[in-house]
């Protein structure tokens, strides 16, 4: 695991050491290992170093092959790398390293650009093929691992995260298309960045900049699998054999390994593959909040029913020195309030391992969030004209709005009633986005309203582009094409990188990922019931307790800390006159919801805090 820069200078400019330096100091909680430069003319490429397999000095990077032709830096982990490597020995190919890296470069020389689709893991890496003057760049299927590029016609500009690109001179000119995505989305979709100059390379992507020209190509997608006629055991039998295989891949690493156990279903069947496979016992990690126990319980459930080595940790967060911090590290607004607890439990984990697996993927897999339903709900009330769905529900309407006036709008009967009459896509974006659309005019600002026009809705494009006819797996995979990488394992990355911690994701194995959508969508979601073919294959493996209880998410209460601990620092940032000057939003709706949510009127958290990284977010621009 490490952070990785580069640049190409296409006017002939010499590369200089001093700027991949810089660039890569910036990016030494990514690899506090070991360092290492590579310049060849215009072309400079840059590492930092988180050793996970072998310690030694030969796994240093930039790493090139046996006659230096073709160098590579890599973040990341190749779990099929025995058996590439095994293959490429036989045909002549001689090592200096037991590193999984090692690998690309003659992989690379064997196969040509498409190499990328032999791998198995997570990845971002950038190869310089000095021969015939060529630069790929690359990113793993799911996204799991980051990658960002500039390119101004001049000098092309790449590395793992946006403050070594803005370091080495790239336009930091804030999009304003970007910066209303972040609005209705919380985060900003790839391959978009809040600045107009930098692009996040998409999952399962790769990009050749050769003869002055780039080119972007995908080079994996889902597709439509025949599921076959099984009975429900065989698939619960199959489902745990590969998840099984995956979490053993996932064991593989010359450091100290743990992993994160949340209680919920997904970590948990982590754990218990864990200490189904493992010879020693496994290293679990919980952390939890003053006031709610309930996390730490269930985690405690599991610890024992599997006798793990168990680490738990209540804080009291200090999110007012804690925020800022987490803006400056996360690069551009991204307004997850999850990020918090996942920062805190990789930061107790990292004082034991180096090296976590997790449960990520597994709700964009098997149906885990309400939205699945929601989704279907809504198709059967398309059949009803929008008047009589309304007049039907009018009570139990009524009666959400009061318990719940502004609160989770994806569980509003309402929304799901009007979201009836749009199309597939256009559902999809309505019920994904944290943001409804009838705010926004009263929102945003003129010139904010002027900048955006009319704006391309990426997440109804990204459904169009899904070609599966199961209504119920288009839904997953078009989560797993863009909230996924965007939202989940971004947060995931930064917030473990930040401490020189290595995440592994069992569950987004491409190869149990494409299995996993063999599984027709009724098998994943019955009526409200969500995962539950996942459920039943964890029968018998996982406590009862922890199957039966409804899913949590991992979100801080900031509803009451925007009432309390951070009170002062929200009027003082966002009532402030340099807010305001900034154009984007409009200061009386602002001052209006901040008022409402302070006298417990209404809940205006999610938008306060998404306003509130925003502007933190410019103070740290300066």
């Known amino acids: ?294 996390d730490i319980e269930r985690a405690r459930i599991v610890a024992r029913a599997f006798g793990t080595e168990h680490h738990e940790l209540v804080v009291k967060p200090d999110a007012v020195a804690l925020l800022p911090r987490l803006v400056r590290h996360l690069d551009e607004p991204f307004a997850d309030p999850s990020v918090i607890p996942t920062y805190y439990v990789a930061r107790f984990a990292r004082e034991h391992v180096t090296v976590v697996l997790n449960g990520d993927g597994g709700d964009e897999l098997f149906a885990g969030y309400s939205k699945s339903w929601q989704e279907r709900a809504a198709t059967w009330a398309g059949v009803l004209p929008l008047a009589l769905r309304l007049g039907l529900l009018a009570g139990p309407i009524a009666l959400a709005r009061r318990l719940a006036p502004r609160n989770g709008r994806f569980r509003s009967l309402e929304e799901v009633c009007r979201s009836a009459s749009l199309g597939p896509p256009e559902r999809y974006a309505f019920l994904s986005e944290a943001l409804e659309g009838s705010l926004r005019e009263r929102l945003y600002a003129p010139d904010l309203l002027a900048a955006i026009g009319r704006p391309p809705d990426v997440l109804a494009e990204r459904y169009r582009g899904i070609a599966l006819a199961d209504p119920v ?52 979601l019955r009526g409200l019931n969500r995962k539950v073919i996942l459920k039943r294959a964890l029968a018998g493996i996982l406590p009862a307790e922890i199957l039966s209880r409804p899913k949590r998410g991992f979100d801080p209460p900031i509803a009451r800390w925007l009432r309390e601990d951070l009170r002062d620092m929200v009027a003082d940032l966002l009532l402030d006159r340099a807010a305001w000057s900034r154009g984007y939003v409009r200061a009386p709706f602002v001052e209006a919801i901040l008022e409402r949510h302070a006298r417990e009127r209404e809940d205006w958290a999610p938008l306060i805090w998404r306003l509130l990284v925003l502007e933190l977010w410019h103070r740290e621009q300066g």
């Open 1 to 294: 695991m490490c952070g990785i820069v580069g640049k190409l200078n296409l006017n002939g400019e010499p590369a200089t050491p001093a700027a991949i330096e810089r660039m890569a100091g910036l990016l030494a909680h990514r690899g506090p290992d070991d360092q290492g430069t590579f310049l060849d003319g215009s072309l400079g490429l840059g590492a930092r170093r988180l050793a996970i397999l072998d310690l030694s000095p030969a796994g240093r990077q930039p790493l090139p092959n046996e006659d230096e032709s073709v160098w590579v830096v890599f973040n990341g982990e190749i779990y099929n790398f025995p058996e590439l490597r095994q293959t490429l020995e036989a045909k002549g190919h001689r090592f200096r390293s037991h590193t999984d890296t090692e690998v690309l470069v003659h992989l690379y020389e064997e196969t040509g650009v498409r190499f990328v689709e032999k791998l198995r893991g997570m990845f971002a890496f950038a190869l310089w093929d000095r021969r015939r003057r060529r630069l790929l760049l690359a990113r793993d299927r799911l996204g799991k691992k980051p990658l960002f590029y500039a390119f101004d016609g001049r000098t092309f500009r790449f590395a793992s995260e946006l403050k070594a690109i803005l370091a080495d001179g790239a336009a930091a000119e804030m999009d304003p298309l970007a910066l209303h995505y972040y609005l209705t989305h919380r985060y900003v979709p790839h391959p978009h960045t809040i600045f107009r100059a930098i692009r996040k390379l998409p999952p399962a992507h790769l990009l050749v900049l050769e003869g002055g020209r780039i080119r972007i190509e995908r080079y994996w997608r889902l597709d439509e699998a025949p599921a076959g006629d099984r009975t429900e055991g065989a698939w619960c039998e199959e489902l745990m054999d590969r998840l099984r295989e995956s979490v053993r891949l996932r064991l593989v690493s010359d450091v100290p390994l743990g992993a994160f156990l949340s209680g919920g279903i997904d970590s948990s069947a982590i754990v218990a593959l864990m200490s189904q496979v493992s010879s020693t016992p496994v290293r679990t990690f919980c952390v939890g909040f003053e006031g709610d126990g309930d």
């Open 473 to 524: 797996n288009r839904t997953l995979a078009a989560d797993l094409g863009g909230f996924l990488p965007d939202d989940l394992l971004y947060k995931m990355d930064m917030a473990t990188m930040a401490v020189s911690l290595e995440a592994r994701s069992p569950f987004l194995d491409h190869c149990f990922v494409e299995f996993a959508f063999t599984i027709p969508g009724s098998w994943k």
